[in-house]
């Protein structure tokens, strides 16, 4: 089984609802990231949170919300969707410990907003 | 400016060729990471260095503080090399990425 999972895989809905992507993961990992990929662009983090306590912003929180629910799960809300959050959305963990922070990605959401 | 330039951007290559893929930064880091995204989406680390170099089968990451400058190569390269490899900084306790660079390796 995958250590890092996500869900959904694909999601498609409408302008104005209120979507949640959902990720867990078995690693153990305290720190836990929510990023989005557009085509051209590298990876922008949205969330990270380092322990169940511990939310911080981003560089590209406005719009989206988090919720750490244990220190295996960590979810991302879109509040009120809109056409501009229409991207792939990853989320990664990664081990407090270490001298480095190698992340762990799960598959990824694609997620369109019509 | 970002912070993270990856070049090239696209890159076709016949198999067999030596591939090198470029990675420069603007600031101070603790460590640079290679990453490779196949088509399906996944993502998976292929390096991690903070200096000199690294070496895993036919890719090899090399990196040089002071011109913030790192580069991946790959040897005897294969169509299933075809993927989207990015370069990523770590410093303080995030990373930055690149903003990718499309391998295509044909038969």
């Known amino acids: 089984d995958a250590d890092v999972t996500q869900t959904p895989r694909n999601r498609i809905t409408k302008t104005g609802k209120r979507i949640m992507l959902e990720c867990s993961q078995t690693?153990?990992?305290?720190?836990m990231y929510w990023y989005r990929q557009d085509p051209g662009l590298g990876l922008r983090l949205i969330y990270y949170?380092?322990?169940?306590?511990?939310?911080n912003k981003g560089e590209i929180s406005d719009g989206y919300s988090v919720s750490r629910q244990a220190q295996a799960k960590f979810s991302l809300s879109l509040e009120s969707a809109i056409p501009n959050q229409t991207a792939l959305y990853f989320c990664?963990?990664?081990?407090?410990?270490?001298?480095?922070?190698?992340?762990?990605f799960g598959p990824g959401t694609r997620l369109t907003v019509l | 400016k970002n912070e993270v330039e990856q070049s090239p951007q696209n890159l076709t290559a016949q198999e067999g060729e030596f591939i090198t893929i470029n990675c420069s930064y603007s600031v101070g880091i603790s460590a640079l990471h290679w990453l490779q995204q196949h088509p399906g989406g996944g993502i998976v680390s292929l390096f991690m260095l903070s200096s000199g170099k690294k070496k895993h089968g036919r890719l090899i990451a090399t990196i040089n503080i002071q011109e913030k400058h790192s580069s991946l190569h790959i040897t005897a390269s294969h169509p299933r090399d075809s993927a989207v490899y990015i370069c990523?900084?770590?410093?303080?306790?995030?990373?930055?990425f690149g903003a990718g660079t499309i391998l295509r390796v044909k038969s």
């Open positions: 949170s380092f322990d169940v306590k511990d939310i």
């Open positions: 690693k153990g990992h305290d720190r």
């Open positions: 990523a900084v770590e410093y303080g306790n995030k990373l930055v």
């Open positions: 990664a963990t990664s081990d407090l410990g270490g001298n480095h922070n190698e992340q762990f």
